[in-house]
């Protein structure tokens, strides 16, 4: 068979016209569609740290996930232009340019692939078939998404192509440059990404089709050269001593590669491959078409004999397949996976086609329906997705810039790492619920209902839905890549409990934009003023704090509700109260007063107001310690709150509500010149620092790799020189030449069916891997059983539908929810007396569906009656209206083993276990807890007798 190629000119020619109809399609709006990736963001950032300082990476860490040859080239290119300091979204357009022209060369690749394999084709049809498969590739939907995005796959699958090419090529001739040039090539494909070896495969399995054995061994040898030049990536984690952090990294891309480890693509738990597929044939329709043709196409030519073009063609469908079959049953299911197998497809689908369809007149009709209706979908699907715009993310980003201060946070969707990369200099956050990220005081939220719907990250369509219901939509770009991009606000009230954050000796509060600016209320030299707030009801009934700390001989600080002031009591030890103004207030500005709606005061000497109701067991609860006297009673204003002054402050609730709160004054009194805190009070203070989690930095520089890679490569070219120079090339075979006469020569040659032995063979051969295949993944046996237990610390099942662990992060709460069925937690202080179960949590176990009960006992003492009676009411509670499921319930505490194994217990006596056994299986709990346990199971029993302290249980609680 010969594959020697037209004169010059002619070849060129054609060649143009295949790379012109690939860059129309390519190239067309290129910087606006399609929406930028995560992949897409982190790959430009590493291209633009290799280009300025040679540290291949985006974070503090060396990329060794991905072998560096792409980056490399990018980072050239970046140089080049001149453009690497630039921003990030606009790198990314620039390192766009360069993949999108690797990808035209690749269209022109696959194209003369079926120039080369149509051998025996009558020069037209030659040309016609190859043009025909140009213009499949450049409008292909998957070729058509990853060749104009920035990532590794161009330049990989240039690679693969260029080695796929030398190796007809040499083969044809039987040279001595085989092992060599082959060798070569194929280890730089290794060099720019892994996953092409499967392609770097073909040339072997043709050799095996062909019982080939010197052909064989060439094989071998040039895969084994290819495999060695890899090593030089190994040198490199070598030079830089990470070795160890080099074997873990590659052996999990190895366990995500075979499918034993499942983090991301369509296969991993919580996605289904079939949605997946469904909610992409609006767009990929063309290419799930050439993709079935293409394995129609492999089976067809599996039952056939035919020349050597045919064995190659074969044998990279195999390759191409088998990867494509493996991934898609049992290993990781990535999108971008198919650009490897989508070549094999078209070119198998356009041959087989003229194979099998172009026999006589009606049947290459219907071949040319078939390839028209996949051109008119490819079509369709390039005029609705790339030339209209697709770069939310770039238009997001843009807006962000120029409406946000630089200091607003922003809770990110799905891959934070994305915005972090994007916004290098603005805090992004990834909280999975509203209410934590609320709880920190970030009030901005990114939404897109691809992230929802797939569950990227920390999104999911409890946060999606929870921001919609409770925000203010800023701006929103369409987004065919997203389904769309939103910003969205969420207010934060000076009442409401988040945008509280622990210090050292009180709390800050964030009261500006999204945890732009707050202050501090803090124990310390001005005066107790955490402790006084506290006492007060924190946040949720003083408000938060309208200025900062300041001396003027007592300390001062004022509060929405009030002005707290430092005081001496009558043993001259300090305290706190609140300053007295409210009737100053009334008497400066009356008019200022009104419009707050603030009641009426008593005339003086009027006798002291009666305090009743709500606001009596408030300020019975420690406000009135602060507050001081009533100023006048009780009233109902217009606004229909009911309020009542005291001299520190007013307390009001809503007509039939008993959640009491101080009135807002606090702005009333800085208004009226009652208080006159200096500038530096007045002036917010940044929040503290969100805590990260960050790595030790280690060696990035991809120096090492450059330089050794040149050396490697001059010493490899000039042992093949010398090696080659002793061997001589065999002669070249017969030339094959297309049939004469009229009839129509298929591109392929004569085509005969196997023998029905070798039918039944090998379909049967193919059946039991496929079944096997299904069988090993409905089996999981690559995987482990899935835990019925939350993985958390120190996690494990107490009773039927009860869960002890330690304490979840915010992000696990969606998880627990939707992938255990838990529906109520109940949640106990830790040994450190650290209020694990506090609003944050409440809020967002609540925000997600989530049951929430706080108990709070001192170490070592029993629960009370009243908090085993809130328990046995929340098991109730969700034991009767939540779905099927093992785990129901979650109880914790900070650890997982302190104060949480008396509540384990406790429920499992409710349960009705046997006391006995409950003893003996907690020997650590205390003396005093073991008797209340006791009393609890006598009690649960019905016989507990009078002086039983938990003689007052329900029956239901029993």
């Not at 045919?310 to 650009?339: C, D, H, K, M, P």
């Not at 001259?572 to 008497?587: F, H, K, N, Q, Y």
């Not at 520089?701 to 080659?724: E, I, K, N, S």
Request: net charge positive.
């Amino acid at each position: 068979m010969s594959r020697r190629l037209p004169v010059p000119g002619r070849l060129l020619a054609l060649m143009l016209t295949c790379a012109g109809i690939a860059a129309v399609f390519l190239l067309w709006n290129l910087h606006r569609s399609p929406d930028t990736q995560y992949d897409e963001v982190v790959y430009s950032r590493a291209d633009q740290a290799v280009a300025e300082n040679w540290s291949l990476t985006w974070t503090n860490r060396p990329l060794f996930v991905h072998t560096p040859l792409s980056f490399l080239a990018q980072a050239g290119w970046l140089r080049i232009l001149g453009t690497y300091r630039d921003p990030l979204i606009d790198v990314i357009a620039d390192t766009r340019l360069l993949a999108a022209f690797l990808s035209v060369a690749n269209v022109v690749l696959i194209a003369m692939l079926t120039y080369r394999l149509a051998d025996r084709a009558r020069p037209r049809a030659r040309l016609v078939l190859t043009v025909v498969t140009a213009a499949l590739a450049s409008l292909d939907p998957v070729l058509l998404r990853f060749g104009r995005m920035a990532m590794i796959e161009p330049f990989a699958l240039f690679a693969c192509l260029v080695t796929l090419h030398l190796a007809m090529a040499l083969q044809a001739r039987r040279s001595r440059w085989f092992v060599a040039v082959v060798g070569l090539a194929g280890g730089l494909t290794l060099l720019t990404n892994e996953v092409g070896i499967f392609m770097l495969l073909t040339p072997l399995v043709h050799a095996l089709l062909a019982r080939d054995r010197r052909f064989i061994g060439r094989c071998l040898a040039a895969l084994a050269a290819a495999l060695a030049l890899w090593c030089v990536f190994v040198v490199w984690a070598v030079q830089l001593g990470l070795f160890a952090s080099f074997v873990e990294i590659k052996s999990v891309t190895l366990q995500r590669l075979l499918g034993t480890v499942q983090i991301t693509g369509w296969n991993r738990p919580g996605v289904s491959f079939v949605s997946g597929l469904s909610e992409q044939v609006n767009q990929y329709a063309a290419a799930y078409l050439i993709l079935a043709l293409g394995a129609v196409a492999a089976v067809w030519l599996m039952l056939r004999r035919g020349g050597d073009s045919a064995r190659w063609l074969l044998a990279w469908l195999i390759t191409s397949y088998a990867f494509g079959a493996y991934t898609v049953l049992l290993g990781t299911l990535n999108e971008q996976f198919f650009v490897y197998v989508v070549p094999a497809s078209l070119v198998g689908t356009v041959l087989v086609a003229d194979a099998v369809l172009g026999a006589r007149r009606w049947s290459a009709s219907v071949a040319w329906v078939l390839l028209g209706a996949v051109l008119i979908l490819g079509t369709s699907s390039w005029g609705r997705f790339y030339t209209t715009r697709n770069d939310g993310l770039a238009r997001l980003t843009a807006y962000v810039g120029a409406n946000l201060p630089a200091c607003a946070a922003l809770n990110a969707t799905g891959d934070a790492e994305r915005f972090e990369q994007l916004f290098p200099n603005r805090p992004i956050t990834d909280y999975a619920t509203g209410p934590g990220a609320l709880s920190h005081g970030v009030t901005l939220f990114v939404l897109s209902d691809k992230d929802a719907g797939m569950r990227f990250g920390n999104s999911s369509p409890q946060l999606a839905g929870w921001v919609r219901g409770h925000g203010t939509r800023l701006a929103a770009y369409p987004s065919a890549t997203y389904r769309g991009l939103e910003l969205w606000r969420v207010g934060l009230g000076t009442y409401d409990r988040g945008g509280v954050e622990r210090l050292p000796g009180g709390d800050f509060v964030v009261t500006e934009g999204s945890r732009c600016g707050g202050h501090a209320v803090v124990d310390g030299s001005d005066g107790a003023f955490a402790t006084g707030w506290r006492a007060l009801g924190g946040k949720t009934v003083a408000g938060a704090p309208l200025t900062g700390s300041w001396s003027a001989g007592d300390g001062y600080q004022v509060f929405a509700g009030a002005v707290l002031a430092g005081a001496t009591d009558a043993a001259g030890s300090p305290r706190m109260l609140a300053e007295p103004l409210v009737a100053d207030l009334a008497r400066v500005d009356p008019g200022g007063y009104r419009r707050s709606g603030l009641p009426p005061l008593d005339r003086a000497g009027a006798p002291r107001a009666p305090i009743t109701g709500a606001i009596a067991a408030a300020y019975r609860g420690g406000a009135g310690a602060l507050l001081g006297e009533p100023l006048g009673r009780a009233t109902v204003m217009p606004d229909g709150q009911v309020r009542q002054a005291f001299a520190g402050g007013v307390l009001e609730h809503g007509s039939g509500s008993s959640r009491v709160r101080l009135a807002p004054i606090g702005g009333a009194l800085l208004d009226a010149g009652l208080v006159t805190p200096p500038a530096d009070a007045r002036q917010p203070d940044r929040p503290p620092p969100l805590p990260t989690e960050t790595e030790p930095a280690q060696p990035t520089t991809v120096q090492p790799f450059f330089w050794t890679l040149l050396g490697v490569l001059a010493g490899y070219l000039l042992v093949a020189v010398l090696l080659v120079r002793r061997r001589r090339s065999e002669p070249l075979p017969p030339a094959p030449s297309p049939t004469p006469g009229t009839t129509r020569s298929p591109a392929l040659g004569e085509l005969v069916p196997v023998s029905r032995r070798a039918t039944l063979v090998r379909a049967g051969a193919l059946t039991a891997l496929l079944a096997a295949a299904l069988v090993v993944r409905a089996g999981g046996f690559l995987h482990e059983e899935p835990s019925t237990v939350p993985a958390l610390p120190q996690a494990a099942a107490i009773a039927p539908g009860v869960v002890r662990t330690g304490q979840p992060a915010e992000a696990d709460l969606v998880r627990l929810h939707d992938d255990y069925g838990v529906r109520g937690i109940i949640a106990i202080d830790g040994r450190d007396d650290s209020t694990l179960s506090d609003d944050e949590e409440e809020a967002a176990a609540e925000s997600v569906g989530i049951q929430f009960l706080s108990l709070t006992s001192p170490e070592g003492a029993a629960l009370s009656a009243g908090q085993v009676s809130a328990v046995a009411s929340l098991l109730h509670r969700t034991r009767s209206t939540g779905p099927p499921s093992p785990n129901l319930v979650l109880l914790h505490d900070r650890t997982g083993d302190g104060p949480v194994v008396l509540l384990g217990a406790a429920v499992r006596i409710l349960g009705r276990e046997d006391a006995g056994e409950v003893l003996a299986s907690t020997p650590e709990l205390t003396a005093a807890e073991r008797r209340s346990l006791a009393d609890l199971a006598a009690a649960v029993k019905g016989n507990g007798g009078a002086n039983n302290p938990y003689a007052a249980l329900r029956v239901a609680d029993r």
